[in-house]
T-cell receptor, first 115, second 112 residues
């Protein structure tokens, strides 16, 4: 079974800090995604990547950046954390770049609180 | 603009009954639709995918229908159990390469 591992389950950071959220998948998937999930707003796509060093903006990229230096690892970076970035962050992966019916495999999520 | 709607109110049913959840969409012409289950504090887990040329798909106690004319998918759980209590999300292809856009989900509560 595919495993998507997020480095932290809970994180507490201060406003203005630089925050790194790490995600690793172990099944050689080409696509990786970062979503955030908020009550009443559902899952929203922040960034995704379909290849090493490639990145594409999702629906809400403002305030975030990403890095994909290796195929199995996709990092989400909050350059200067703000309180409105308090959220559950979910990483996901899928097998084939360009395929339009791929199912997503999600990590367990990181609950980030920015104080 | 594209919109995916799921009933925001929780669905409460008794054990043994059939649960039916609805996913409606507008301004989409999806080639497929997916359903996921999410437990509290966990990431969603894929359940079923149905393509536009399939009217119905089944997996054990789960059944999904896809009506492209009504722009609606129905998700059924037969002989529901308390362990089926979770939030169920539908998802359609997003605007980006290989991406999915999710509905906000419907919480299902199955009481013994």
């Amino acid at each position: 079974d595919v495993k998507v591992t997020q480095s932290s389950r809970y994180l507490v950071k201060r406003t203005g800090e630089k925050v790194f959220l790490e995600c690793v998948q172990d099944m050689d998937h080409e696509n990786m995604f970062w979503y955030r999930q908020d009550p009443g707003l559902g899952l929203r796509l922040i960034y995704f990547s379909y290849d090493v060093k490639m990145k594409e903006k999702g629906d809400i990229p403002e305030g975030y950046s990403v890095s994909r230096e290796k195929k199995e690892r996709f990092s989400l970076i909050l350059e200067s954390a703000s309180t409105n970035q308090t959220s559950m962050y979910l990483c996901a992966s899928s097998l084939l770049a360009g395929a339009t019916n791929e199912k997503l495999f999600f990590g367990s999520g990181t609950q980030l609180s920015v104080l | 603009s594209q919109k995916i709607e799921q009933n925001s109110e929780a669905l409460n049913i008794q054990e043994g009954k059939t649960a039916t959840l609805t996913c409606n969409y507008t301004n989409y012409s999806p080639a497929y639709l997916q359903w996921y289950r999410q437990d509290p504090g966990r990431g969603p887990v894929f359940l079923l995918l149905i393509r536009e040329n399939e009217k119905e798909k089944r997996k054990e106690r789960l059944k999904v229908t896809f009506d492209t004319t009504l722009k609606q998918s129905l998700f059924h759980i037969t002989a529901s159990q308390p362990a089926d209590s979770a939030t169920y999300l539908c998802a359609l292809e997003g605007s980006g390469y290989s991406t999915l856009t999710f509905g906000k989900g419907t919480m299902l509560l199955v009481s013994p």
